[in-house]
């Protein structure tokens, strides 16, 4: 089972700012914060990965709570083609050939 | 993107027939793996390579098996498919074992009649 809890689905208007959290409340203190994204009927796609400090890149920002317990996704201007099943992954013991993937956010960007 | 290839993209095939899918990559990445997607389960492992030879069970391998004879392709093979393989495959491949991004292929889209 997936070690994450995210949210089913949220809406966001486009050029705002989309937040989707993510609890892991089990992390352990080697385990990443992971996050993909699956446009419909594509592969799913990086976004991001973290261990405990905030990182961003070109595509997103994450912000990982002190304790490790929780994490947000931040796309910081939303464009419609940001719809899609986002998902957020801790990667578990055995290394990242065990990678496992939730259900994740189905974020819906409206014009 | 990552060069991956997954074929064929589409099957449509018979219970109890044998069906082959393939990964190929073009990256020279040493971790090769399979999904499949089904609706309300989101991604599955179903197996996974770590080498040439060298694979091992995901959380769905049953009625599933692999092979990797060389580092550019692994073969996903259901020996007598059913209706509840119908499915979408994905192909994925890494550098590296830890903390690595996963790349993913376009899938196969996978019909058992």
């Known amino acids: 089972d997936a070690k994450t809890t995210q949210p089913p689905s949220m809406d966001c208007a486009e050029g705002r700012a989309a937040n989707l959290p993510c609890n892991h409340s089990?992390?352990?203190?080697?385990?990443?914060v992971y996050w993909y994204r699956q446009i419909h009927s594509q592969g799913p796609q990086y976004i991001i990965h973290?261990?405990?400090n905030n990182e961003t890149n070109e595509m997103a920002s994450l912000i990982i709570t002190e304790d490790r317990k929780s994490s947000t996704l931040i796309l910081p201007h939303a464009t419609l083609r940001d719809t899609a099943v986002y998902y957020c992954i801790v990667r578990t013991e055995g290394g990242s050939e065990k990678l496992v993937f939730g259900k994740g956010t189905k974020l819906t960007v409206n014009p | 993107d990552a060069g991956i290839t997954q074929s064929p993209r589409h099957k449509v095939t018979e219970t109890g027939t044998p069906v082959t899918l393939r990964c190929h990559q073009t990256?020279?990445?040493?971790?090769m793996y399979w999904y499949r997607q089904d609706p309300g389960h989101g991604l599955r492992l179903i197996h996974y390579s770590y080498g040439v030879k060298d694979t091992d069970k995901g959380e769905v391998s049953d009625g599933y098996s692999v092979s990797r004879s060389k580092t550019e392709d692994f073969l996903l093979t259901l020996e007598s498919a059913t209706s509840s393989q119908t499915s979408v495959y994905f192909c994925?491949?890494?550098?590296?074992?830890?903390?690595?991004?996963?790349?993913f292929g376009s899938g196969t889209q996978l019909s058992v009649l």
């Open positions: 973290g261990l405990k």
């Open positions: 990256e020279n990445h040493r971790y």
């Open positions: 089990t992390i352990s203190g080697n385990e990443y």
């Open positions: 994925a491949i890494s550098a590296v074992q830890s903390n690595e991004k996963l790349f």
